[in-house]
């Protein structure tokens, strides 16, 4: 894949991938049984591509809007130590996370679908959303993936760091 000379250095200097749940990491459909629980479908190889991109020494958080066990669940799994939940104002829980990791925004990717992630894309040094993003994200990210949210664009993202800072054969060596 061929990327904008501007846009490659922009994923050349991520250290940090923030994620927004709904829309991202999922499809952004909410599912709730009769008996009030709430159900999230997400991809595995998502989180494997997450994995890898801390083996390799990238951090990655999430901060959403919403509140759900599924997601400390998730995280968990995943190894994401930085998870802010209930964010009505993404800004707040980006200045921590900033200020808990010591890392500048230049170096941080953020990666949403909708209208509340803009203050953290337009902060963030890479601002990413996906396929099937709210039209109006549009003229403030700098890549959007072909791939939709919850349908490996977080994988794609996850690559594409990877590729960008010259990681990618060491990544997938261990698999060969």
Known sequence: MTLAPDVHDRFARITLLCLDVDGVLTDGRLYFTDAGMELKTFSSQDGHALKMLQDNGIGVAIITGRSSRLVTRRARELGIRHVFQGARDK????????????????????????????????????????????????????????????????????????????????ALARYL
């Open 91 to 170: 800004r707040i829980a980006f200045a921590e996370l900033l200020a808990r990791t010591g890392t500048n925004a230049d170096a941080v990717a953020h990666m949403g679908d909708d209208i509340p992630d803009l203050p953290v894309l337009r902060l963030a040094g890479l601002a990413l959303g996906v396929a099937n993003q709210n039209p109006v994200l549009a003229e403030h990210v700098h890549y959007v993936t072909k791939a939709a949210g919850g349908a490996g664009a977080v994988r794609e993202v996850c690559e594409l760091i990877l590729r960008c800072q010259g990681r990618w054969d060491t």
